[in-house]
């Protein structure tokens, strides 16, 4: 394994924690993961009760379904669907603010596509959606992206994982400013 998988791993392990605390209802809410990578945090979603969309780009997802077939009970398995989804791209096979909870472990490191995952987020939420992101705020790039979340999001630190180092973000969509 990687290092950069191993990091991933501990971020989806840390927002899996968050989920199971209890903070977040998700029994009977519409969840979407995205850059999901194992997808465990879509699976645990599932097993606590939501329907989930676990998405990643289009070479992992052979992986994704193998490991929803070999880890949610069978009776919950439709719960849960693999999709294809790169940041920014074919946003009209999802539904505008048609989420409740937007879910992303570890999607926080390449600064090229800070300006597609705010957009995709922008178009996955409705002013009633709760995002979820576990960072490893490594680098000024990570806070940079805050930054620009914070211009589109209420953003709180909600929970922090001081042996491994890492936040996990709760954001709502901002009203849209209308200047008068």
Not at 57 to 67: G, I, M
Request: proline fraction near 2%; charged fraction near 25%.
């Amino acid at each position: 394994m990687h290092l950069m998988q191993i990091v991933y791993v501990f971020q989806a392990v840390v927002m899996c924690m968050y989920l199971e605390l209890g903070q977040v209802e998700l029994k009977g809410k519409v969840a979407i993961e995205l850059g999901a990578g194992t997808g465990l945090v879509g699976i645990v979603a599932a097993l606590l009760g939501a329907k989930v969309t676990i998405t990643d780009r289009e070479p992992a997802l052979d992986f994704l379904s193998a490991n929803i077939k070999a880890n949610l009970p069978t009776d919950i398995q439709a719960s849960a669907v693999v999709s294809e989804l790169s940041w920014g791209e074919g946003l009209e096979r999802y539904p505008a603010g048609g989420f409740d909870l937007v879910l992303g472990a570890d999607i926080v490191y390449l600064e090229d596509t800070f300006v597609l995952l705010l957009q995709t987020l922008e178009h996955l939420c409705s002013d009633t959606t709760v995002v979820l992101l576990a960072c490893k705020i490594r680098y000024e790039r990570d806070t940079n992206f805050l930054s620009m979340l914070k211009q589109r999001f209420r953003v709180e630190d909600v929970y922090y994982e001081k042996q491994r180092d890492i936040h996990i973000y709760k954001a709502w969509k901002l009203p849209l400013r209308r200047d008068l």
